[in-house]
């Protein structure tokens, strides 16, 4: 059979295509229909037509990132097409085999030529006659022709995009076999640093190298061509976006970039640029672009290790040398102090959010019945107009940096003022987007008190935040709280809020459930929904127990990783399931899967672990400590050998350096039932005498009421 694959971008003429189907057929071929037009339309006539394999392309880039975006904008039709559709698996798949690939109108004629590219064994073809007779070569066991698309098609194509380069240096450069050796890398590295060549044509002709290295598997390489071409463009809008787009060519592998440095002050210089210009509204988009790309989620939160723990000062350095970043962060200050807590009246309390009230359920029922407080609660998310404005980064960073009131500051006073005009204290949680929204405005003679738990830390927002608004900025221990101090200068400042370190609301005292009667040997883990938990740590720490005895199990609690979150978070999973399969098949491991009942969960734990590279307080630790399981928990190598880590936030003993050590203290705490005893009450003690909600109420009381 010969496999004939038809690429279309509009709808063709259905009667035609349908009538060609049969002369196909007689020839003994197989035929596919892939488009970018919305099949939808004329489904009922192409099921008539009894295709073998139909398939809608992506209609647009809308899933894709804002520089491809930008890319598609900037590039003729034809490679915009070839965006869209070059990620679909099932159109590569097809191309790999198809015998025949056919363009069945002018936009898709670039596709068709870069698909012939992976498959040199098939005809390209533009047109159904050409095709035609290209099956009748190919059943006949003819010699393949030579034919590609029409050259002039794709040269008309590719000099709209790069005018100026030789087609044939283009052509020969993106062929695959030559990408993946070493004259081909020079190739590539001589195409785009040639020099006087201009600006905007050595950009397209990296843009187009890039892809091509990227397809060919060579990501740092393709990183290189931009970043090499950035390199020689003087213009600094350009050279910003290049140094961009090779940075996230190797964040969106998984990779940490190594040009992060250069692309990050690119996007400065371009800021600076335009900010002393007074062209303040296109200055905050490469200072938006700055701080998305430094705080990156694959570079912190989807990796085991982060730039910004290993020297937090040095990492921000470029943004405080940054004038458009300093008017950012400039304080604003308050124009009256707040109030003191009403004498005639109960203090009216707002606690607000945005989605996330995990960590408020005890302090929203303390209370909401208490006779001193009339409370209310405030989601953001739930409200339509302030979800809007609460993570409206850019028109965030445009208000800091113009004079006067922006439009957005004028909607964050419309839609915040009566709330905060009806509170006497506001308790907005998570240093957020909200945050920084808040302190958009001055406000008045409410006090402003925020939370910051430890994700904050890794993100843009608190360095959008103007602190000079907030009262009271509230840790949950005190290694974050440095951290934090050492990131945002102006916590260094006069005008900083008072800081305090309060433990989470946790209600401990309904941990203490009997434990199964094999939960000595039971290690668990609560909690392995983020690449930050490191479950492979725990999964190192039961083999080696179990090479003692292999009555020893790991019991797993929560959601697995979302794969989708990022590359990087693929790869571990990737990893960590290999790691796991053939001890889940003998039972050394057990995953219970997401709960809602924690408690009883844990009464199956003997012995419970923190195996993360970072933490807060983790309070699946505390927890399981509170359950009578005895903790052992990791050096978090994010905070180690620092003033405060896990081993000044428990008490000594818990915390050990590596996965020998923490299997010594397993052994030695389960060797008997006394020894497993005594250890898990002496735990249980601590941990309901410290972190219980009965102990730190009075402290949030002091807070909000003291």
Same mark, same amino acid.
């Given at each position: 059979m010969t496999d004939v694959l038809f690429i279309a971008t509009k709808r063709p003429q259905l009667g035609v295509f349908t009538d060609s189907l049969v002369k196909f057929r007689d020839r003994g071929a197989r035929v596919y229909l892939a488009g970018t037009f919305n099949l939808a339309a004329v489904q009922e006539e192409l099921t008539q037509a009894e295709l073998d394999g139909l398939r809608q392309l992506p209609r647009g880039l809308g899933k894709r990132s804002s520089a491809m975006r930008r890319k598609a904008r900037k590039s003729p039709a034809g490679m915009r097409v070839w965006m869209q559709a070059q990620r679909d698996r099932w159109l590569r798949r097809q191309a790999r085999t198809a015998h025949v690939i056919v363009a069945l109108d002018p936009g898709a004629v670039y596709t068709v030529w870069r698909l012939a590219q992976y498959n040199t064994t098939a005809e390209a073809h533009f047109g159904i006659a050409p095709a035609l007779r290209a099956v009748e070569? &190919?059943?006949?066991?003819?010699?393949?022709?030579?034919?590609?698309?029409? &050259?002039?098609?794709?040269?008309?194509?590719?000099?709209?995009s790069i005018s100026g380069l030789p087609a044939t240096v283009m052509r020969t450069a993106t062929a695959r076999p030559v990408m993946r050796s070493t004259v081909g890398a020079r190739l590539w590295r001589s195409a785009v640093t040639v020099p006087g060549m201009p600006g905007t044509v050595r950009a397209s002709a990296s843009r187009y190298v890039a892809e091509g290295m990227e397809e060919a598997g060579r990501i740092s390489g393709a990183a290189i061509a931009l970043s090499?071409?950035?390199?020689?463009? %003087?213009?600094?809008? =350009?050279?910003?976006?290049?140094?961009?787009?090779?940075?996230?060519?190797?964040?969106?592998?998984?990779?940490?970039?190594?040009?992060?440095?250069?692309?990050?002050?690119? #996007?400065?210089?371009?800021?600076?640029?335009?900010?002393?210009?007074?062209?303040?509204?296109?200055?905050?988009?490469?200072?938006?672009?700055?701080?998305?790309?430094?705080?990156?989620?694959? =570079? #912190?939160?989807?990796?085991?290790? $982060?730039?910004?723990?290993?020297?937090?000062?040095?990492? &921000?350095?470029?943004?405080?040398?940054?004038?458009?970043?300093?008017?950012?962060?400039?304080?604003?200050?308050?124009?009256?102090?707040?109030?003191?807590?009403? $004498?005639?009246?109960?203090l009216r309390l707002l606690v607000t959010t945005s989605t996330n009230a995990n960590f408020l359920r005890h302090i929203l029922d303390r209370y909401e019945n208490h006779p001193g407080v009339e409370l209310r609660f405030l989601d953001l998310a739930a409200h339509k107009p302030l979800k809007k404005i609460s993570w409206a980064a850019p028109q965030m960073l445009?208000?800091?940096?113009?004079?006067?009131?922006?439009?957005?500051?004028?909607?964050?006073?419309?839609?915040?003022? %009566?709330?905060?005009?009806?509170?006497d204290t506001v308790f907005a949680d998570w240093s957020v987007g909200p945050a920084a929204m808040l302190t958009t405005i001055d406000p008045g003679d409410t006090r402003v008190v925020v939370r910051l738990h430890s994700y904050e830390a890794f993100t843009r927002w608190p360095h959008m935040t103007d602190f000079s608004r907030i009262d009271d900025l509230v840790f949950v221990a005190p290694h974050v709280r440095d951290l934090v101090t050492s990131l945002v200068p102006q916590l260094r400042e006069a005008s900083a809020p008072r800081m305090h370190v309060l433990d989470n609301a946790m209600d401990l005292e309904g941990f203490g459930l009997p434990k199964s009667a094999d939960a000595r040997f039971n290690l668990g883990l609560v909690g392995i929904s983020q690449v930050a938990k490191d479950p492979r740590w725990a999964v190192d720490v039961l083999n080696r127990v179990?090479?003692?005895?292999?009555?020893?199990?790991?019991?797993?609690?929560?959601?697995?990783?979302?794969?989708?979150?990022?590359?990087?978070?693929?790869?571990?999973?990737?990893?960590?399931?290999?790691?796991?399969?053939?001890?889940?098949?003998?039972?050394?491991?057990?995953?219970?899967?997401?709960?809602?009942?924690?408690?009883?969960?844990?009464?199956?734990?003997?012995?419970?672990?923190?195996? $993360?590279?970072?933490?807060?307080?983790?309070?699946?630790?505390?927890?399981?400590?509170?359950?009578?399981?005895?903790?052992?928990?990791?050096?978090?190598?994010?905070?180690?050998?620092?003033?405060?880590?896990?081993?000044? =936030?428990?008490?000594?003993?818990?915390?050990?350096?590596?996965?020998?050590?923490?299997?010594?203290?397993?052994?030695?705490?389960?060797?008997?039932?006394?020894?497993?005893?005594?250890?898990?009450?002496?735990?249980?003690?601590?941990? &309901?005498?410290?972190?219980?909600?009965?102990?730190?109420?009075?402290?949030?009381?002091?807070?909000?009421?003291?």
């Open positions: 070569r &190919v059943s006949g066991g003819a010699v393949r022709s030579a034919a590609l698309p029409p &050259v002039g098609a794709v040269a008309r194509d590719v000099r709209r090499a071409a950035a390199a020689r463009i %003087p213009d600094p809008e =350009l050279k910003a976006q290049l140094l961009h787009e090779s940075v996230m060519t190797e964040v969106s592998k998984g990779i940490s970039p190594r040009e992060l440095g250069k692309a990050v002050e690119g #996007h400065l210089a371009h800021a600076d640029e335009r900010y002393a210009k007074g062209a303040y509204e296109e200055a905050s988009v490469p200072l938006h672009r700055a701080l998305s790309l430094a705080f990156h989620r694959v =570079l #912190h939160i989807d990796q085991l290790t $982060s730039p910004l723990a290993r020297d937090a000062e040095r990492f &921000v350095a470029p943004f405080t040398k940054s004038a458009a970043f300093r008017a950012v962060a400039q304080p604003r200050g308050r124009r009256t102090p707040p109030k003191s807590p009403p $004498s005639d009246r109960p445009e208000d800091r940096l113009s004079e006067g009131t922006s439009e957005y500051q004028s909607d964050v006073e419309r839609l915040m003022r %009566p709330h905060l005009d009806w509170a179990r090479q003692h005895d292999e009555r020893y199990r790991l019991l797993l609690v929560g959601s697995d990783m979302n794969p989708k979150s990022s590359k990087a978070t693929a790869d571990y999973l990737k990893l960590f399931q290999r790691e796991l399969k053939p001890l889940e098949e003998s039972g050394a491991v057990v995953r219970l899967g997401p709960t809602d009942d924690v408690p009883a969960a844990l009464t199956g734990i003997g012995v419970i672990l923190s195996s $993360s590279v970072r933490e807060g307080c983790h309070v699946g630790l505390m927890e399981g400590a509170a359950s009578a399981a005895v903790p052992v928990v990791r050096d978090w190598p994010f905070y180690a050998g620092k003033p405060h880590s896990a081993r000044t =936030l428990y008490p000594e003993g818990w915390v050990v350096d590596s996965p020998e050590e923490a299997a010594k203290r397993v052994l030695e705490v389960t060797a008997s039932e006394e020894s497993w005893r005594e250890a898990r009450e002496q735990a249980a003690a601590h941990a &309901v005498g410290t972190w219980d909600w009965s102990v730190v109420q009075k402290r949030f009381d002091d807070l909000f009421l003291g």
